[in-house]
Structures are given as C-alpha cells and as structure tokens.
C-alpha cells in the first residue's frame, strides 16, 4: 500500500478561466474534496442565511466579500475537511485572505490556471440563457437559432448579472488588483504552479500530469498520513 501526506492545495485562476471544470475533473481523476468559495456563499445565499443576505449585494455587483466574512465561512468549512485531501477553489483570494489561511494550515501545493483576459471576456459574455427553463446558449459553441430568442419557447434571452460585460470587467480588475498579490505570495514560497493556455482541454492534462505524483487517483485505496 502506497502512504502519501495529505495534500492541500489550491487552485486558482481568474472567474471564467476554466477553474470550474479544472476542478471538477481533478475530483472525478483523484481522492479529494473540493471546497468552492463560490458554491459555498451560492448556497448561503439559496438558504437566505445571514451570510447570504450580506454575500448577495457584493456578488451581484461583481465585488469580493469582505475579507473577515469570508475568511470566517471557509475556516469553518474546512475544519470539517481535517484527515482529507482538499483543494480550495476561489479561496484566497486577497493577501489577508492568504495570510488567514497560512495561520489555520500549510497549503502545499497552489494550481495557477493562467488564462488571457481577453479570451475570459469573449468566453463570459458569450453566455445568454433563457430563464424560465435554465437552458443555456453560447454565442460561439452552441448559438440560438435567432439571436436573443430561446429555441423552444420563442421568449427572450437574458444575460445573467455575472455575464454582463460591465460586471465581467468589474470582477477581472477586482481579480487583478486583489489577487494577483496572493500569486505573488505563493511564487515566493515556491509553491505556485502556473499552467498557460487559452482552452481547458489543453490545460487539464498537464494539471492531471502534475497532480499524479501528488494525489492517489479517486479509485486507489490508500492510507494517509494525518498531519
Ligand atoms: P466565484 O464563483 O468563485 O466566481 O464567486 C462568485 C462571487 O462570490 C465572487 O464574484 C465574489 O463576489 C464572491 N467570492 C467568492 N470567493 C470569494 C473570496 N475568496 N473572497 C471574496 N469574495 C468571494
């Protein structure tokens, strides 16, 4: 039986680089769990809890939650991850974030997806679904038969607040401003590994080939040490 260290990493990238599948793949290709910052505070807001009262108002207007907030909701989720491989996703994403993070644990590993902004943009705004029954176009993969019209119903399209060209500039400069400090942090701890690209399907099996000498694969039984 093959005895590895429990890895905790983190993946990163700016919204709508990919991160979401990245993610999901490395959970169906390896033995860890998955913590999304964004999934978390969607849940929140779902359950209308305090939490997601307050997170409504910053996402909807493409802006971070304050930093004492969100490092608060994902330090206690993650105490529930102890004696697991983890990955955070979308968490830190501010120095003091990191810093929070770097008290509570040792982050070993952080996955960097490292995607033009212009390529992000076009991808994001692309983006129209028809709200009534959640089904989804892209302008560029899978357009509707008349722009702005659902197939089915002939109704309109909409964008989602997220997807609008203004609030998807807003988030990549909050993006910039805010985290790429945090990937500086994590470069000069030597723990930062950045893969390039502009498609996701490029990306991941070089993100798998690097996580394959970190991480047993979802099927493998192995023991753990728990530090
Ligand atoms: P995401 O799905 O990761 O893009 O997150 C959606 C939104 O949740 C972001 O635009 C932020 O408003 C908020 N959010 C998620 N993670 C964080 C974080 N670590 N710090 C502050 N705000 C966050």
């Given amino acids: 039986m093959v005895v590895r260290p429990l890895l905790r990493a ?16 490395i959970v169906q290709h ?6 999304s910052s964004g999934d978390l505070l969607r849940d929140h807001l779902q359950r209308m809890t305090e939490i997601g009262v307050i997170a409504n108002t910053y996402i909807n207007q493409g802006q971070l939650i304050p930093d004492d907030i969100m490092t608060r909701v994902m330090l206690s989720e993650l105490k529930k991850l102890h004696g697991y491989n983890w ?3 979308g ?6 974030q990191a810093d929070a993070l770097d008290k509570t644990c040792q982050i070993d590993t952080v996955i960097n997806l490292d995607v033009p902004f212009e390529t992000i ?4 705004t692309a983006r129209w679904i028809h709200p009534a029954s959640g089904r989804v176009y892209n302008l560029e993969f899978n357009p509707p038969k008349t722009t702005g019209i659902d197939d089915i119903t002939g109704e309109p399209l909409v964008q989602r607040d997220d997807d609008k060209p203004e609030t998807v500039t807003k988030r990549l400069k909050a993006y910039e401003a805010q985290t790429k400090p945090v990937l500086d942090y ?3 701890r ?7 690209g502009t498609e996701t399907n490029k ?3 070089r993100v798998q080939v690097f996580l394959q000498t970190k991480l047993p694969e979802a099927s493998q039984q192995e023991a753990t040490i728990h530090r």
């Fill in 30 to 35: 390896f033995a860890l769990k998955h913590l």
């Fill in 121 to 124: 943009k076009q991808r994001l």
């Fill in 186 to 188: 994590y470069q000069k």
């Fill in 87 to 89: 990955l955070l996703d």
């Fill in 10 to 25: 983190v993946i990163m990238g700016p919204p709508g680089s990919g991160k979401g599948t990245v993610s999901t793949r």
């Fill in 190 to 196: 030597g723990i930062l590994e950045s893969f390039s």
């Fill in 91 to 96: 968490f830190p994403r501010t120095v003091p």
């Fill in 203 to 205: 990306i991941w099996p």
